[in-house]
């Protein structure tokens, strides 16, 4: 997954997107069937209409609510492989195998254009369709591998002609002579019957006439034709048939017909275009009013794509071989594989909301919940689902409809899946300052949606939702005006963030996205709703760290909209914090030069020492983290039977752990106390003032803080753990607290060398394994720094006393990490409060810490300018 990394330079519940897979559910139930003797291979509606496209080589029409067959659409010559309806214009595009695209009016359903792909039959089939309203321009996927679009923005004589024959109901002889476009008769698409012995002429028809339904026999057909022009190809988009297409954004909702004329207003109608195809690769397309460029290749590598749908920045493919590949736009990296069905090949994919529907070649259909759970799957057709779409009906209803081999079309009344509030776009986040809300309301409320995700990056069955929120605060920062973007950080891991380098301060803000579980039987309210009582907001994250996140991003705005911000801002957020930064680390190497050179790094996650008054925390005790393993040859024994005549690995344990520690908790490691730095006469003077605050003795303030420590958490056993079983396994995991100037990698080969030795000594016949899981160094800040005082100033400034000086026992492996990587201090301001229950149940923070912290963090900003240097390079540690 990723880490967040956002840059800033002056200029009712949401649930889980994962499914509750015990909660009862219902198959979608079968509303109507519509039968068509051929198989039916499109599909597509309007608000009154369903439209089929089989390989009769007409368009069937049928009444949406009625049910019943009303006209067909009669001129193609081949199967009818795709259609397409344009909401804004009534208008119905058909692609077909006999190359060409035709399109009709849906209001009188009577043909308006035939459209000719660059090199006509050339072109092949004509696959794949798709109409961008934004750009008044229809793309075309076709067999010859090529990639064409017609702009009918640039035609003001179309919508002319529209009315025109809207108004005459298509005099086709009038008609065709008005047409501003014609074109020369093709030698075999004109080609009359070979025994008729005459010259190819546009009225001629090298099939067999279609049989016209009776109600359909007045019509005629258009000759109007158009023809894409050869800038308007890419030959060989792919190296194989393109044969689906979706676009990005996903919506097909009308827009105003504009016509951009700059690159600011080429960037208003950008979009982009995603296809698939035989050749196993997705491709992402960059289009604007000037042109179509390739963005991006997915290898899917699982045979070819034959379907594409988008949801959000999140892209399916369905494959040959029965697996649909997600994958994050923003990253380009792979967030799930699906197997469907090993063998059975997906041929098209529908969304509704967050919900996927996949059909087959075997007649099931499946539906896929967000976070990737199969939460139905039935058998809808007796034979293969060649086409899908979802639509409603006139009563609002949501339906899929599915087409398929068997010669029916099935209608299914489907659920919506309830909406979470942060799946909302980013239009609909809310977090934009105005007169009518103040930066306190916005920071409150982008706070609750923040919450509501369950970013809980320690359970695989919220990865999806940590992607989530990493799309969701990355929108939320760019609103407040950040540049912001997502960083890989490694297949299934959750992501980091990008910056751009200015010759002004530079301030990296580190924070975290991730929470940890929030079982809600020992809350007071739900965990992952914020609610505010007792001058209190309450939900998980909200002191660590969603709230200190969101204040910085709500105190740099509010300077950005003053245009009184002086430094950058760089907000660099990871979503694997909780579960041991995997991959951070190699993500901000792999990334250096986008985030850019810094200054000075500032953190906010930890809490002061008692209720008041504030804090600014200057120190954190590192950690190694280690696994003991001691196994027997043996299986699990009975102690009835075998106790006494073999050494048991639980004994072994328990003497092995008793030669880590004294009865005083002194580490008998040797030399663990050599580097332990000393504590000067200031230190102990402030733990005496620290210990009349907190009613602790000073000592306990001193061992948590600026001690070392060696801590055993569990002992786990094989076997049913019942009172007559001899394990034949016994793991135990042990940690290590250090501090200034205790080295880290010392430590931990000190510990397993002292491990290993002292099991040596048991002479047992068992077996010791040791491994270091984790290791994190150890911080430090510099009380001189001009950063470092310029941030106490603005504490004291904003609160009225002098903040108190503290230390933290716990870890964060990151801040040590950036100041080495970046060359530069750290900065650590707590906002929360003893009480505020990080990782416990209820937690909170207090709404006056978090605006007063957020006014600490404008006073900061605005001091720095004028009090610390302004180069990178001016910094050393």
Known sequence: MCTLDATVTPRRRAASVSRNLNSPSHLP??????????????????????????????????????????????????????????????????????????????????????????????????????????????????????????DFSSRSDVDAD?????????????????????????????????????????????????????????????????????????????????????????????SEHVIATSDEEADRYRTRLITGSGDETVKLWDCTPHGVSLLHTFDCGHGAVLAVVAHGETIYAGCQDGYVRVWDLETKSLVREIIVQEGVDILSLSMMHSDLYTCSCNGQIQRWSSSFDCTESWSAHDGIVLSSIITQTQAG??????????????????????????????????????????????????????????????????????????????????????????????ESINPLGKASSQPRPRLLFYGHYDVISAPSDSWNTDPFTLSGRDGYLYGRGATDNKGPIMAMAAATAELLRKRQLGVDVVFLIEGEEEAGSSGFGEAVKKYKDIIGPINVILVSNSTWIAEEPPCITYGLRGVVHSTLEISSSAPDMHSGVEGGAVAEPMFDMVNLLATLTDGQRRVLIPNFYDRVREQTAEEKQLYELLATITHRPASSLSARWREPSLTVHNIEVSGPKNSTVIPGKVTANVSIRIVPDQDLDSIANALTE??????????????????????????????????????????????????????????????????????????????????????LPNERISLTNLRRGKAVIERFLLSVVETVPESPSDQTL
């Open 397 to 490: 209803a949501f339906v899929l409809m599915s087409g398929a081999n068997d010669g029916y079309i099935k209608i299914w009344d489907i659920e919506p899946p309830v909406q979470s509030q942060y799946q909302d776009n980013v239009e609909d986040i809310g977090v934009v300052p105005s007169d009518e809300r103040t930066s306190h309301d916005i920071m409150v409320y982008a706070l609750s949606k923040f919450v509501s995700i369950p970013s809980v990056s320690s359970e695989p069955a919220h990865r999806e939702d940590c992607r989530q929120a990493a799309i969701w605060l990355k929108k939320c920062l760019s609103q407040l005006g950040a540049e912001a973007t997502l960083l890989p950080t490694g």
């Open 162 to 254: 529209v009315q025109a024959c809207s108004r005459t109901c298509i005099d086709d002889e009038n008609f065709s002579a008005s047409s501003s476009l014609s074109r020369k008769a093709h030698k075999f698409f004109d080609s009359y019957p070979q025994f008729e012995r005459r010259a190819a002429d546009i009225n001629a028809s090298n099939a067999s006439p279609p049989k016209v339904p009776p109600q359909d026999a007045g019509k005629k057909d258009t000759k109007a034709f158009l023809s894409v022009p050869s800038a308007n190809v890419i030959d060989s988009a792919h190296y194989g048939y393109v044969y689906c297409m979706a676009l990005l954004p996903a919506s097909r909702e009308g």
């Open 754 to 839: 002292h491990v290993i030795t002292s099991f040596k000594t048991m002479r047992s016949p068992n077996k010791l394994e040791v491994s270091i899981d984790h290791k994190a160094d150890w911080w430090l800040g510099n009380l001189d720094d001009p950063w470092f005082k310029a941030l106490e100033g603005a504490i004291k400034d904003e609160w009225g006393v002098q903040p108190l000086r503290i230390r933290e026992g716990g870890s964060i492996p990151s801040v040590p990490f950036l100041e080495k990587e970046f060359g530069c201090h750290a900065l650590h301001l707590p906002l929360g409060q003893s009480t505020d229950q990080a990782h």
């Open 29 to 150: 139930r079968l509303l109507h069937s519509l039968h068509d003797p051929n198989s039916v291979l499109s599909l597509s509606a309007d608000d009154d209409h369903i439209f089929t496209g089989s390989q009769c080589q007409n368009i069937t029409v049928w009444d949406k609510r009625s049910f019943q067959h009303k006209t067909s659409l009669v001129g193609h010559t081949g199967s009818i492989l795709a259609l397409e309806y344009a909401a804004e214009k009534n208008w119905l595009f058909s692609s077909s195998g006999d190359s060409t695209i035709r399109i009709w009016c849906t209001t009188t359903l009577l043909p308006l254009y035939v459209l000719h792909p660059y090199l006509e039959t050339g072109a092949g089939d004509l696959f794949s369709i798709v109409w961008c309203s934004k750009l008044q321009r229809l793309y075309i996927g076709c067999q010859n591998t090529s990639l064409q679009w017609y």
